[in-house]
């Protein structure tokens, strides 16, 4: 049985939670969903700029925690960017 998931301290409320590519019918799109506390992991490191160590004390997380939801991130987006699909942010981070 798996671990109960560790609340993640986030300060991201998006406003915007839909990203598409240009000229494709939503009909025949494919979706990437980026979670919240992925949103965040992205905001901390790759926009302002701030170290693992730091990004993952301000989210409330380990260090190998935060590094895996940032690889999750990095990889749904690139997904998104390579082939063409769209990104929907959810709101509320899943539990498993």
């Known amino acids: ?3 109960p998931k560790k ?3 986030i300060q991201i409320d998006p ?3 839909y ?3 240009r000229a494709v019918p939503m009909s025949s799109l494919e979706e990437v969903n ?3 506390d992925e949103l965040e992991a992205i905001r ?3 926009l302002k700029g701030l ?3 730091k990004s993952a004390q301000k989210m409330k997380i380990s260090v190998t925690t935060f590094q895996r939801i940032l690889n999750s991130a990095h990889k ?3 997904d998104a960017l390579i082939f063409g699909k769209a990104i929907a942010i959810k709101r509320e981070i899943a539990q498993h």
């Open 1 to 3: 049985m798996a671990r």
């Open 7 to 9: 609340s993640r301290f």
């Open 15 to 17: 406003e915007i939670t």
């Open 19 to 21: 990203f598409k590519p």
């Open 34 to 36: 980026l979670e919240l």
């Open 44 to 46: 901390l490191k790759d």
């Open 51 to 53: 170290d693992q160590r």
């Open 76 to 78: 749904k987006i690139a």
